[in-house]
């Protein structure tokens, strides 16, 4: 199960204690916003593409929407994004979990800079009802993140 991939994740970064895990499902912004008590502004979520052959998760802020134009400027392609079953395949993670932690080799992360105006954020944890509370400075340590990007809208 993938929330034992992150627990495990964490438990080796001395963090396992912080991932928490809900009795409703926090499978959306919305649902997760309710379950953590928080503005879904504050919910990262992990949305999952395939850019040029290649897996790749985009973290950012739970109200900016994916904007084409910066999208393509960004990476050369269309946004397209991942099945269900392509995000659990090759993410390792199933859709309302998605993460960037305890992720398959080959995945690519990247950071919307749609998180920066935020002290913490609260990301999935690899299930759809779990959720750990990260500083913008641990969840570019945790996620393993490539780069920080803008390629979202509709949150400034």
Known sequence: MAIEKVKEYFRKCG???????????????????????????????????????????????????????????????????LTPDEVQAMIGHAVGGVCPFAINAGVIVYLDISLKRFQTVFPACGSGNSAIELTIEELETYSSYTAWVDVCKGWD
């Open 15 to 81: 963090m396992e204690n912080r991932v928490q895990e809900f009795e409703v499902s926090s499978a959306t912004v919305e649902l997760a916003a309710e379950a953590l008590h928080c503005e879904p502004c504050r919910i990262a979520k992990t949305l999952s593409f395939m850019v040029n052959g290649q897996p790749v998760l985009i973290v950012a802020a739970g109200d900016a929407k994916i904007d084409n134009s910066k999208y393509k400027a960004q990476f050369g392609t269309k946004a397209k994004m």
